[in-house]
């Protein structure tokens, strides 16, 4: 399948704002010149149908371009933003890069690989674009996901709303894919940042008129310590989606009384199956219906499983990790009500203390609720006698002593929480707790 889909917004209205980035604003006229361009680049360089390439980017206009001239080839796009920097040499290995695409400098060079896998074979087969995109590691080895790009275009072939919307995630994040086909299908603006500090976002917000603010919980709760009311316009916004995590629920009910006017939707996807279609109860609640045509979405064992037609073929670098009948065991934990669920976390995180479960997330959303903390991340360490211990690292808004703390937090948990989920282990850091991509990063690993 071709990227037609997504080519259509290039259509509605050639006047209008594609990208923003810092060289300015670009109309769809200018991204489809610039397609162009990069389309005889890729021709005359000798960049074959089928060829494995990275593009070596952030997002911008030339990105943007370039990601797409090459769909049309058709090539497979192994995207590499400036989050996969220390990964690079490896990734480039894994994915058995044959062309290296550095759009900003208008590099195009040959690596003399040769991408020999099943998948790509079997997506030169179908005469489909292909896009390779590395899981975040957070519950172990990093993984090379290989998709048929043309699928995941296909899910845009419907219109939908017109956005101004703020880039949050990069093109090797399904997120960040996933905004920029949405955006460019419906003939709406892609605002992108070039640094992801909240002042910065909510200045971008202001100037540009953002209505969409796609993003995390880790983000939304910096941007509620940032936000200065004397300086921050926000009131284009129209709403804020949030993934990759879970939502403590004293953020969100903070984030709705910072935008009253705005909705709140809370999304889910992995790299392995896409972004679902999504609906929350409400703008305060956790609840949330995921699936949507082209999804089937099960609960078996408190466990999320989820079979797609947009998912994966498979892993470059590990075993397939689909059932016989074709669904993904997600490794989140949720409760259900009724066609409603609320992801818990991730079972891999889930802390058994002498038997009990306590997920790191309810022990988070009771410390963020103390006055003197700006941000904390929970986790379990093994212990002889009761299997784990929940251990908490905390960041403060302000110097407090140390032992002083410790005593404070604990009596404020004990007061909120069983005391099996009171942490038995208090440090103090000064260090941030989430990786590039904005996401609570529990183990060394994540990218």
Known sequence: MSVEAVL???????????????HGAHSYQALKQRIDLWRDRIVE???EPHAVVSVESDYGLDCVAALLALA??????????????RHKTGFLETAEVTWRVQPSAGILERTGRAGSHQYYRELERRGSPGLVLFTSGSTGRIKAAVHDFGRICAKFAVPKKCLRTLVFLQPDHIGGINTLLYTLSNGG???????????YVCDLIARH?????????TFLKMLLLAFDRDRHDLASLKLVTYGTEPMPESTLRSVKELLPHVRLQQTYGLTEVGILRSQSRDDESLWVRVGGEGFDVKVQ??????????AMLGYLNAPSPFTEDGYLDTGD????????????????????????KVYPVEVEDVILQMPEVDDVLVRGEGHPLVGQIVVAQVRLQRPVPPAEFKVLLRQFCSERLPMFKVPSRITVSDQPFYGARYKKQRSGLAV
């Not at 049309?72 to 920097?85: F, G, I, K, W």
């Not at 603006?189 to 002042?199: A, H």
């Open 8 to 22: 259509r917004g290039l259509r509605i209205d050639p006047a209008a704002d594609a990208v923003i980035d810092r």
């Open 45 to 47: 360089a000798g960049v």
């Open 72 to 85: 049309e080839r058709p090539a497979t796009l192994v995207p590499l933003s400036h989050d996969s920097e």
């Open 189 to 199: 603006t892609l605002v992108l940042p070039e640094r992801r500090q909240p002042g």
């Open 209 to 217: 008129r953002v209505e969409l603010l796609p993003t995390s919980p």
């Open 301 to 310: 064992d408190g466990r999320l499983f989820i079979k797609a037609e947009s």
């Open 333 to 356: 934990s949720v409760e259900v009500e009724g066609d409603w669920v609320r992801i818990l976390g991730r079972t891999s995180e889930i802390i058994n203390v002498g038997g009990n």
